[in-house]
């Protein structure tokens, strides 16, 4: 202990520690993408300098600068390709004119929407594997794979067996996991899918050539395609307690969308960009040249992360809820809104437009749930309604914007979803599907209650006190 102390106290120890802090200083007020996530930064760091310097140069940077360095050297030969099979697509589908106001999306994520896709709900965990599972058996040439956490469970062992069987038809297998989120993953799990011809990589934000120990950027989508012709997408990870039989939550609400169609091609770029990070290997996979017994919907994939040139996934939620004219009604676990996604919240809703927040009730993380009930006040008071879902952990990521335009996806209305983690949100037009998502949140609305404002400003002092660090912290959080 003595040695400790002594270490610490050295002179060239200080000096170096001193560097540093003005360094991570400098850092968060130039290069934080925020004012808030910059005034979190300098707080943390000015009354935690110890441990705040070390969790600056882990969790600090706003920019994932290797990915995006690599996307430039390669994106060329992956978007020739897409070009190629785009207009392949082009000339097999029905070209459908859909609104205008839509096309910021299609800007956003530099893909066009495709026409005669096929969108089907997956209502909760059983439904959502069930249908995985099923595609997974009837896999022709490949399946790709892309997951948040992975649990070495009975739901992980059952996909690891028929992947295995997929593998031995001679399916490729091509699976991509986020190192964070999925660091339980036991070794054995691994070997098995390896020796048995799966590809099976993580996807970790550092290299060891630099950044070594940096880990804010999270691969968050969750993602598998059949044979360049059926996606699924949406929030669910691989883990019993996505089936309502975890030990905290015995139900939980999440939400997948199924997709047969061109729109297909958008998710597999996307995947393509992943597994070329991870493996630094080109994907080529052939897709269909048409698709049949496709249906009437037009959609869209957007993928955004931390390696864009804009805020994608901020940018996106921002301009679905202003162009809402009838509705907005979002479903998501966390709600850690920054201060332009509020501005669009209350504006939508003075508007006279039918603001809801489906938010859980029961705590999932603590100082995530507190930071929730510092958006009551300025929001409630302009007609925004938030409701908390009672019946088990409600996990999924929805919105629904009038009566055409639904999204389902991977990304939180947070500022993780918005400017650190890879997201994948898949957007469909169409008033039959929306209809059914309707149908689908407002059931979940009868089983949910409404917030007061009360709630928050009848609690003692020291949640208060809670409530307002935790918004204090939202951008680091």
Known sequence: MSFIFSFILHPAFIFIYTLLYIYCMYYAIMHTRTSQGTIAWLMVLSFLPVFGIPLFFIFGRRRFSGYKHLRKRHSKTIYELAAKQYQTIKTTTKQTVYPQKYTIFAALAKMPFT?????????????????????????????LLEFFIIRHDKLGKALAKALIQARKRGVKVYFLYDAVGSYALIRNFRDTLTEN???????FSSTKKNNLIQTNFRNHRKLVLIDGHTAYIGGANVGVEYLGKGKKFTQWR??????????????????????????KKLLSLPLPSNYENTDSASALILPSSPADDLETCNLFFID?????????????????????????????????????????????????????FAYLNETISTGV???????????????????????????????????LNFELTAIIL?????????????????????????EYTERNIFFKLMVRIARLLAPIL
């Open 197 to 203: 011809g799966i590809e099976f990589f993580p996807f």
């Open 320 to 372: 679905a809820i202003t162009q809402a004219k009838k509705r907005v009604w979002i479903a998501s676990p966390y709600f850690i809104p920054d201060s332009a996604i509020v501005s669009a919240l209350q504006l939508a809703a003075l508007k006279g437009v039918d603001v809801r927040i489906l938010l859980p009730d029961n705590i999932d993380h603590k100082l995530v749930y507190a930071s929730s």
């Open 115 to 143: 026409f005669e896709n096929k969108a089907t709900l997956l209502i909760d965990g059983v439904e959502i594997f069930r249908a995985i599972f099923k595609g997974i058996k009837n896999a022709e040439h490949s399946i």
């Open 430 to 454: 169409g008033k039959d599907f929306a209809q059914k998502t309707e149908q689908m949140l407002e059931k979940d609305f009868t089983l949910s209650r409404l917030v007061r404002a009360e």
């Open 254 to 279: 999440d939400t997948f969308v199924s997709l047969t169609g061109p729109s297909v091609l958008n998710a597999q770029i996307s995947f393509t960009e992943d597994w070329h990070w991870a493996t």
């Open 385 to 419: 309604k938030i409701y908390r879902y009672k019946t088990g952990f409600m996990h999924q990521k929805v919105m629904l914007v009038d009566d055409d335009c639904s999204f389902i996806g991977s990304a939180n209305l947070d500022n993780r979803s918005f400017r």
